[in-house]
């Protein structure tokens, strides 16, 4: 399953971070769906029935335009049926946060919205899972490796600038996950809602031993395009997307991330599980500390530790952990 994500860009990093190629090869940076970017809140310890960031074909929302092309939205996390018949939609009566991609095609819910196309992405840094031990639950904070150089300045996030192109985004790379969305109207009127659920699969070799579901991941702009085109690529055929892949990588952090009321750096934070103290940073943890310190969504007050050189797979795992130690301080500097 997945329960907590978090997503601290802004919403103009968030538009930055989502350039994507069309179909004809011409890089393209999404707008925001009119309204929505006042909804989206950045979030370290985002919850189901809050706002997210999705990026979703701008031929839901106007029928002329090409299904390629790509808009961001926020929705809120927990599908809520168009044919649900009570006006308030806490009201419902199971959850929707998650849908196992094995019933989608059994389960109203999920079957209506997948046939008509109504494919999304969800967009976070990444998100948390809780790992059973004998006595209480350790969580973990689950992201894409990062490949940013540990020299290179976190603030240069908008560099590579191709003449008529957006800038290619160098920040942190977001997370990037199927799911299905649904537009529900309360019966007596009112404001359309858009919400989704996250499409979970198995978990992946390397994170069974924390949980044994894990989101369904899009790995790379192709995979990215063909959930969301769905004007070319049917709903069966992009139900083949839904794998379970083995390229996130993880840290352990504290469990004040257990309560969704605590908002603040301390649950990205990377935890050593001995000592209860920071771990040695590694390039993705130091590269989220730093994006983290930059600017949105809070300033927090966090300190830094140097990396010592490590060989082979160890290596590659403090990496990850480091790149986020980069971002967290770098907001402290700048509060």
Known sequence: MCGRTACTLAPDEVSRACVYRDRRGHRRQPRWKDGDREKYRPSYNKSPQSMSPVLVSQRHFDESAPAD????????????????????????????????????????????????????????????????????????????????????????????????????????KLLTMAGLFDCWTPPDGGEALYSYSIITVNASPNLQSIHNRMPAVLDGEEEVRRWLDFGKVKSLDAMSLLQSKNILTFHPVSSVVNNSRNNNPECLQPLDLNSKKEPRPTASSRMMTSWLSSGSPSKSKEAGVSERKEDGKAKKKRESSGTLQQWLQKKARTK
């Open 69 to 172: 092309e790509c808009v961001l939205a926020s929705m809120r996390w927990g599908l809520i049926p168009s044919w649900f018949k009570e006006n308030d939609p806490s009201k419902m009566q199971y959850s929707t946060s998650n849908c196992r991609s094995e019933n989608i095609l059994q389960k109203k819910s999920y079957k209506d919205p997948l046939l008509k196309g109504q494919r999304c992405v969800i967009l976070a840094d990444g998100f948390y899972e809780w790992q059973k031990l004998e006595k209480n639950k350790q969580p973990f904070f689950i992201y894409f490796p990062q490949t940013r150089t540990p020299d290179q300045d976190p603030e240069d996030h908008q560099t590579k600038s191709v003449e008529g192109a957006p800038p290619e985004w160098t920040g942190w």
